[in-house]
């Protein structure tokens, strides 16, 4: 699996562009929480690239990046979570969860086709 780095609050306008070819996924992290690593792990481990097909991985490290974090939340009109992953497709988030719901499988099902 090959994360791009999220890193500054301008590159949310060129995602949600992007998301109008290409689905998206944003996964945000919390380097100091726990449940967040173990999330992260099993995304990682479960990722299959011939499933995920056309999805473009995204990592933020809400700790270091809070701004982009809360620009995400107001943006994508979704409540803010730590670990939380969303899909952003045609602008919009269609789907997104947190904590221990985060799987490779759920994600996969939540991509509009």
């Known amino acids: 699996m090959n994360w791009n780095q999220?890193?500054?609050?301008s590159q949310l306008h060129?995602?949600?562009e992007e998301?109008?070819?290409?689905?998206?996924?944003?996964?945000?992290?919390?380097?100091?929480?726990?449940?967040?690593?173990?999330?992260?792990?099993?995304?990682?481990?479960?990722?299959?690239q011939e499933e995920a097909g056309e999805l473009k991985p995204y990592y933020l490290d809400l700790i270091a990046n809070r701004p982009v974090s809360n620009e995400i939340a107001e943006l994508f009109e979704v409540?803010?979570?730590?670990p939380q992953v969303l899909i952003i497709q045609n602008g919009a988030c269609v789907y997104h969860t947190s904590h221990m719901d985060i799987s490779f499988g759920n994600v996969v099902e939540n991509i509009s086709n």
Do not use: D, G, Y
Not at 6 to 9: A, G, I, P, Q, S
Not at 25 to 47: D, G
Not at 79 to 82: D, V
């Open 14 to 16: 060129a995602i949600k």
């Open 19 to 48: 998301s109008f070819n290409q689905p998206v996924l944003l996964f945000k992290h919390s380097t100091r929480c726990s449940i967040s690593s173990a999330s992260l792990s099993r995304m990682e481990r479960q990722w299959k």
């Open 79 to 82: 409540e803010h979570q730590s």
């Open 6 to 9: 999220l890193t500054e609050v």
